[in-house]
């Protein structure tokens, strides 16, 4: 019998414990939940799945997160050119919880739309500068050009006649076509469709006769008879394209285009904390196996100072700000 009852009174004991302890814990976890909350890190993508932002967010979000002890989770908030995930972000808590992986089109943004909830410089501050994407300007094969210069000859030859498609209406796909027609006096009918995919797709099947997409968007179609590569469309070529002339140097001086992309954050987010996921993500794009994959989006890897990329913000404003104006593009 006492054997017995020293049985019960060690399960009783081991039971009361097991009670006591999983009642620390589930006590203990208000404070834990807290805390993992308070490391989960949303970065808002402000355009749907396969934008560029998006396949660049998802090939770093990961090592992120690790690399500031937290969980990067990647949000689409897509829609308006951008301006919706803007949105979002900008009312965000100022701590360092939300971020939104931006591009050339959140500073375009403010020039091309006659209101936003927002102020894209004053309402959010420069955390990292991640990469730079190049654009290529590209044609159905059923146009029977073979260069830039080709190409301005034969839209001017031909007012309205031909089409170009783009990712929607303030996206940096128009932007640049716009701006490249302006600047070579040219007439062509804008086509907006829903993504970059989807305005590559439209020329490749021939209803669309031209598209600047960024240089992800057409890498693969080197070789398609359905579609001519002409040209890069930055200040120098691309290092994914190097036998690609730049739209420059093949039919028109002067022009140019690209974007950077990059982490902001709302402002007032402390500047500790700023310079926190800065050092984080430069270590990330130090990573050889992250810059292999940026690579291979057409991405090249950029690394700056949170004080660096605030210049180029800035100094990129008044950049896209001549490029809407040039444009003549203006969306109410």
Same mark, same amino acid.
């Given at each position: 019998?006492?054997?017995?009852? $020293?049985?019960?009174?060690?399960?009783?004991?081991?039971?009361?414990?097991?009670?006591?302890?999983?009642?620390?814990?589930?006590?203990?976890?208000?404070? %834990?939940? *807290?805390?993992?909350?308070?490391?989960?890190?949303?970065?808002?993508?402000?355009?749907?799945?396969?934008?560029?932002?998006? $396949?660049?967010?998802?090939?770093?979000?990961?090592?992120?997160?690790?690399?500031?002890? *937290?969980?990067?989770?990647?949000?689409?908030?897509?829609?308006?050119?951008?301006?919706?995930?803007?949105?979002?972000?900008?009312?965000?808590?100022?701590?360092?919880?939300?971020?939104?992986?931006?591009?050339?089109?959140?500073?375009?943004?403010?020039?091309?739309?006659?209101?936003?909830?927002?102020?894209?410089?004053?309402?959010?501050?420069?955390?990292?500068?991640?990469?730079?994407?190049?654009?290529?300007? *590209?044609?159905?094969?059923?146009?029977?050009?073979?260069?830039?210069?080709?190409?301005?000859?034969?839209?001017?030859?031909?007012?309205?006649?031909?089409?170009?498609?783009?990712?929607?209406?303030?996206?940096?796909?128009?932007?640049?076509?716009?701006?490249?027609?302006?600047?070579?006096?040219?007439?062509? $009918?804008?086509?907006?469709?829903?993504?970059?995919?989807? *305005?590559?797709?439209?020329?490749?099947?021939?209803?669309?006769?031209?598209?600047?997409?960024?240089?992800?968007?057409?890498?693969?179609?080197?070789?398609?008879?359905?579609?001519?590569?002409?040209?890069?469309?930055?200040?120098?070529?691309?290092?994914?394209?190097?036998?690609?002339?730049?739209?420059?140097?093949?039919?028109?001086?002067?022009?140019?285009?690209?974007?950077?992309?990059?982490? %902001?954050?709302?402002?007032?987010?402390?500047?500790? +904390?700023? +310079?926190?996921?800065?050092?984080?993500?430069?270590?990330?794009?130090?990573?050889?196996?992250?810059?292999?994959?940026?690579?291979?989006?057409?991405? +090249?890897?950029?690394?700056?100072?949170? +004080?660096?990329?605030?210049?180029?913000?800035?100094?990129?404003?008044?950049?896209?700000?001549?490029?809407?104006?040039?444009?003549?593009?203006?969306?109410?």
């Amino acid at each position: 019998m006492m054997k017995a009852a $020293t049985t019960m009174t060690s399960t009783l004991f081991t039971r009361r414990s097991l009670a006591a302890a999983a009642a620390a814990i589930t006590l203990g976890g208000f404070g %834990l939940g *807290a805390d993992a909350q308070q490391r989960v890190i949303h970065v808002i993508v402000p355009f749907g799945t396969g934008a560029v932002q998006d $396949t660049v967010a998802r090939a770093f979000n990961s090592e992120l997160g690790a690399a500031l002890n *937290a969980s990067a989770i990647v949000e689409n908030r897509a829609g308006a050119g951008g301006t919706v995930g803007a949105a979002v972000a900008a009312k965000a808590p100022a701590d360092g919880s939300t971020l939104v992986l931006a591009a050339a089109s959140h500073n375009i943004a403010a020039f091309l739309y006659s209101k936003l909830p927002y102020d894209p410089l004053k309402d959010f501050v420069g955390v990292a500068n991640v990469g730079n994407a190049g654009y290529v300007l *590209a044609v159905a094969s059923g146009m029977n050009v073979s260069s830039t210069a080709d190409f301005i000859k034969e839209v001017k030859a031909n007012p309205g006649k031909y089409n170009y498609a783009s990712a929607g209406n303030g996206s940096a796909t128009h932007l640049a076509m716009a701006s490249f027609l302006a600047k070579a006096g040219l007439q062509m $009918t804008h086509i907006p469709t829903k993504s970059t995919g989807e *305005a590559v797709n439209e020329v490749l099947a021939g209803r669309v006769q031209a598209v600047i997409s960024s240089s992800i968007g057409v890498m693969g179609f080197q070789d398609d008879a359905r579609m001519k590569l002409l040209a890069s469309t930055g200040q120098s070529r691309s290092p994914f394209l190097p036998k690609l002339p730049t739209v420059a140097e093949s039919g028109l001086p002067g022009y140019a285009f690209d974007s950077w992309i990059g982490l %902001l954050a709302p402002a007032g987010t402390p500047k500790a +904390e700023v +310079e926190r996921i800065n050092a984080a993500a430069n270590k990330v794009l130090a990573d050889p196996v992250i810059q292999e994959r940026f690579k291979r989006l057409g991405v +090249e890897p950029r690394s700056q100072s949170a +004080e660096e990329f605030q210049k180029l913000l800035r100094s990129d404003w008044d950049a896209m700000g001549a490029v809407v104006k040039a444009s003549g593009a203006k969306i109410d």
